[in-house]
Nanobody, 119 residues
Framework: QVQLVESGGGLVQPGGSLRLSCAAP????????MSWYRQAPGKERELVAV????????NYADSVLGRFTISRDNAKKTVYLQMNSLKPEDTAVYYC????????????WGQGTQVTVSS
């Protein structure tokens, strides 16, 4: 059974930093593109950042560009989201997703980790 396990969420003051991790020990991790999404109360889930299977390319939502950095360690089967200069509007549950398309699309989600930015 594929499991994605997020960690690193918590309460932080505006301007602070957090680093989220998503481990996928049972996944053939190196072939999957990995993404971070977030969902704030009353809002739809939105894409925050994505990284290709090799880590050679990344993409970000405009709202986090320049503040967040996605990275991965294929040997550790872990993807990270470094979040700096956090704002109250970054408050949300953050989810990681693994996706690959071979002869069909495979997609797996983590359970989410809460990030709260508040003074």
């Amino acid at each position: 059974q594929v499991q994605l396990v997020e960690s690193g969420g918590g309460l932080v003051q505006p301007g602070g930093s957090l680093r989220l991790s998503c481990a996928a020990p049972t996944l053939a991790f190196s072939i999957y593109a990995m993404s971070w999404y977030r969902q704030a109360p009353g809002k739809e889930r939105e894409l925050v950042a994505v990284i290709t299977s090799t880590g050679g390319s990344t993409n970000y939502a405009d709202s986090v560009l320049g503040r967040f950095t996605i990275s991965r360690d294929n040997a550790k089967k872990t993807v990270y989201l470094q979040m700096n200069s956090l704002k109250p509007e970054d408050t949300a549950v953050y989810y990681c997703k693994a996706e690959v398309t071979t002869w069909k699309k495979y997609e797996y989600w983590g359970q989410g980790t809460q990030v709260t930015v508040s003074s």
